[in-house]
């Protein structure tokens, strides 16, 4: 076992000149009698500091990424010299967004190699090394600034959605950020980890161990945050646990990663029920195998959902099976399924929140529009039915808006029945009966407003040349007896 000691500026160069010599870290600390962690800590440190340097970079360097994508590229490298082409891809799909090929990747680190004459020819151009023991060693200070590096546990096998997207959320996290993801199903190897997610029969947050798979486990997002309410009672899966706890947090790193401003708490409260309710509550009752409604048989299967898509990147059952500690397909399923979370935050964020104020304007002047009070009129069109139903309840005033306006484009303007519920198809008023699957010249007779165009078969939507004509068609209905 070589020493581990205080290492002089002498010979510090002298290990970094004989890795630029092509001698492995192993041999270096064999021949100066030094511990391989601390070699390898000192190589790092050049790679870090000496080789990655904008001067260097900036000649021929593939231009695909940016200065901060290349010098995290460098990070990566330095920190996990065993590191592959494909790994690279995936976390810079996952962490910037950025869909960069292998060949990209594979033509900066030859560049990389040429101009700084630091790595291993063949490890740049394979991913491999010639000595096995070689590709684990790791960057002796790792995230946690402790010396030993920070590790997330989950099960190995085929994958599933949940702990793909728990593990995806985690790593967005400061203190996760750089973590390994160590798949076993080895308790003695998951009592190492510093987190472990939908493996081990254990739910203990303290611990941070995070299964739903024992019996006496029975918790939901309602039950677990009582503080938002208790309409949630989908029993959670691993990523519903990692999201109750941690989710605020991931969406709070994703938005001031990705927004120039920062958002309103109010907002990221918003946001983050609203990822529970668009995808998490998905995951965790397909996951958990709850069924969408009681009773009877779904008339038509939805097979594109995203827990499908994430199962589709096991291998099949007529390929050969992956290698144990092979990671390539959970990583790319990791990509995969984070855009989508990321795509999500920045939509409710970006998009659907800033709908809230028009949506409380119309609400505001509802009797401007008609004394009822029960005809809205958007200054334009938004994401807003959510909106809605938290402002009336605010207000309690649910159940009085009926109708909806909004000018879709020129000549062209909309009234659409207010639903029961966001995703019902049901409204609290449909549009006047008789009008419905009617069109243009015989819906204008029939209903004597002129510039009526057409009233969806179902009655919920409606169209018209004007806004006045929408208006008509609005009270003109709601003034109609109630049919179905």
């Given at each position: 076992?070589?020493?581990?000691?205080?290492?002089?500026?002498?010979?510090?160069?002298?290990?970094?000149?004989?890795?630029?010599?092509q001698?492995?870290?192993?041999?270096?600390?064999?021949?100066?009698?030094?511990?391989?962690?601390?070699?390898?800590?000192?190589?790092?440190?050049?790679?870090?500091?000496?080789?990655?340097?904008?001067?260097r970079?900036?000649?021929?360097t593939?231009?695909?990424?940016?200065?901060?994508q290349?010098?995290?590229?460098?990070?990566?490298?330095?920190?996990?010299?065993?590191?592959?082409?494909?790994?690279?891809?995936?976390?810079?799909?996952?962490?910037?967004?950025?869909?960069?090929?292998?060949?990209?990747?594979?033509?900066?680190?030859?560049h990389?190699?040429?101009?700084?004459?630091?790595?291993?020819?063949?490890?740049?151009?394979?991913?491999?090394?010639?000595?096995?023991?070689?590709?684990?060693?790791?960057?002796?200070?790792?995230?946690?600034?402790?010396?030993?590096?920070?590790t997330?546990?989950?099960?190995?096998?085929?994958?599933?959605?949940?702990?793909?997207?728990?593990?995806?959320?985690?790593?967005?996290?400061?203190?996760?950020?750089?973590?390994?993801?160590?798949?076993?199903?080895?308790?003695?190897?998951?009592?190492?980890?510093?987190?472990?997610?939908?493996?081990?029969?254990?739910?203990?947050?303290?611990?941070h161990?995070?299964?739903?798979?024992?019996?006496?486990?029975?918790?939901?997002?309602?039950?677990?945050?009582?503080?938002?309410?208790?309409?949630?009672?989908?029993?959670?899966?691993?990523?519903?646990?990692?999201?109750?706890?941690?989710?605020?947090?991931?969406?709070?790193?994703?938005?001031?990663?990705?927004?120039?401003?920062?958002?309103?708490?109010?907002?990221?409260?918003?946001?983050?029920?609203k990822?529970?309710?668009?995808?998490?509550?998905?995951?965790?009752?397909?996951?958990?195998?709850?069924?969408?409604?009681?009773?009877?048989?779904?008339?038509?299967?939805?097979?594109?959902?995203?827990?499908a898509?994430?199962?589709?990147?096991?291998?099949?059952?007529?390929?050969?099976?992956?290698?144990?500690?092979?990671?390539?397909?959970?990583?790319?399923?990791?990509?995969?399924?984070?855009?989508?979370?990321?795509?999500?935050?920045?939509?409710?964020?970006?998009?659907?929140?800033?709908?809230?104020?028009?949506?409380?304007?119309?609400?505001?002047?509802?009797?401007?529009?008609?004394?009822?009070?029960?005809?809205?009129?958007?200054?334009?069109?938004?994401?807003?039915?959510?909106?809605?139903?938290?402002?009336?309840?605010?207000?309690?005033?649910?159940?009085?808006?009926?109708?909806?306006?909004?000018?879709?484009?020129?000549?062209?303007?909309?009234?659409?029945?207010?639903?029961?519920?966001?995703?019902?198809?049901?409204?609290?008023?449909?549009?006047?009966?008789?009008?419905?699957?009617?069109?243009?010249?015989?819906?204008?007779?029939?209903?004597?407003?002129?510039?009526?165009?057409?009233?969806?078969?179902?009655?919920?939507?409606?169209?018209?040349?004007?806004?006045?004509?929408?208006?008509?068609?609005?009270?003109?209905?709601?003034?109609?007896?109630?049919?179905n």
């Amino acid at each position: 076992m070589g020493r581990r000691a205080d290492i002089c500026n002498a010979d510090r160069g002298r290990i970094v000149n004989s890795y630029l010599g092509q001698k492995s870290i192993g041999q270096i600390a064999r021949d100066m009698s030094i511990h391989k962690s601390t070699v390898s800590c000192i190589v790092t440190k050049y790679l870090k500091t000496g080789s990655y340097c904008k001067e260097r970079r900036q000649r021929n360097t593939p231009r695909k990424l940016s200065d901060e994508q290349i010098e995290a590229i460098g990070v990566w490298v330095a920190q996990d010299l065993s590191i592959s082409l494909q790994t690279i891809v995936n976390r810079c799909q996952r962490q910037f967004g950025v869909l960069v090929s292998k060949t990209t990747v594979d033509k900066y680190l030859k560049h990389l190699c040429r101009t700084n004459e630091t790595a291993d020819t063949e490890y740049i151009m394979t991913g491999t090394n010639v000595e096995p023991e070689e590709k684990r060693m790791k960057e002796a200070q790792t995230q946690d600034g402790t010396g030993s590096t920070v590790t997330i546990g989950t099960h190995d096998g085929i994958f599933h959605c949940d702990e793909v997207l728990a593990c995806f959320m985690l790593q967005q996290l400061p203190q996760y950020a750089n973590a390994k993801i160590v798949r076993t199903r080895d308790q003695k190897r998951l009592e190492q980890c510093d987190i472990v997610v939908d493996v081990g029969g254990t739910f203990d947050r303290e611990r941070h161990r995070y299964d739903h798979h024992q019996a006496s486990f029975n918790e939901t997002f309602g039950s677990l945050r009582p503080e938002l309410g208790s309409r949630w009672d989908i029993r959670l899966s691993s990523a519903g646990l990692v999201y109750t706890y941690f989710g605020e947090d991931v969406v709070q790193a994703i938005l001031k990663q990705k927004l120039p401003s920062t958002i309103s708490p109010e907002c990221l409260r918003a946001v983050y029920l609203k990822i529970y309710d668009g995808l998490i509550s998905e995951i965790d009752a397909i996951d958990n195998g709850v069924p969408m409604f009681e009773g009877g048989e779904p008339r038509y299967n939805i097979s594109t959902h995203l827990s499908a898509r994430v199962a589709a990147f096991n291998p099949a059952w007529n390929e050969p099976p992956p290698a144990p500690e092979s990671m390539e397909r959970f990583e790319a399923a990791q990509a995969y399924v984070g855009k989508e979370f990321v795509d999500k935050v920045l939509y409710y964020a970006q998009r659907w929140w800033p709908g809230r104020d028009l949506v409380a304007k119309a609400l505001a002047s509802r009797k401007t529009v008609h004394e009822s009070g029960e005809i809205l009129e958007l200054e334009q069109f938004c994401p807003w039915k959510e909106h809605l139903y938290q402002l009336e309840e605010e207000q309690n005033l649910s159940g009085v808006p009926k109708y909806v306006l909004y000018n879709n484009r020129e000549n062209d303007w909309r009234v659409i029945c207010v639903p029961n519920q966001p995703s019902s198809f049901v409204c609290r008023k449909f549009l006047a009966k008789p009008w419905r699957g009617v069109r243009d010249e015989e819906l204008e007779k029939m209903s004597g407003i002129p510039g009526a165009n057409f009233v969806h078969q179902s009655g919920f939507i409606g169209g018209n040349r004007t806004r006045e004509g929408a208006l008509k068609m609005a009270i003109a209905s709601l003034e109609a007896a109630e049919e179905n």
